[in-house]
């Protein structure tokens, strides 16, 4: 690459799009992100199964947690097979967190 490339490339890049550093920093932050939201639901799965209470409604928010992530990972880089899995978590999720009102509340 020469260095008008290299300047006609930086000038098209936009205030807010993100360096290479920054993504990687983004991706840590939102795999963290997820992995403490796995712990908090496996703490409260936990506290609910102990209490005797239902729990399905932990089950959803696991499931969400992956659909939207694997939902947006496939729109943004056109990966039929992560959109699949975005959509069956998602719709996975909605399905345990209908299961969980009707038990609650019936």
């Known amino acids: 690459m020469n260095k ?8 098209k890049r936009k205030a807010t799009d993100l360096d290479e550093r920054e993504m990687q920093i983004m991706l840590k932050a939102d795999r963290l992100a997820v992995i403490a939201g796995f712990i908090i639901c496996i703490i409260l799965m936990t506290v609910k199964m102990i209490a005797g209470q239902p729990y399905y409604d932990v089950y959803g928010i696991g499931c969400m947690l992956m659909g939207c992530q694997n939902l947006y990972f496939g729109l943004k880089v056109h990966n039929k097979s992560n959109i699949l899995l975005g959509i069956g978590w998602t719709s996975l999720s909605v399905l345990i967190t209908v299961v969980y009102i009707i038990d609650v509340l019936g």
Not at 4 to 11: C, R, W
């Open 4 to 11: 008008d490339e290299i300047l006609n490339k930086a000038k």
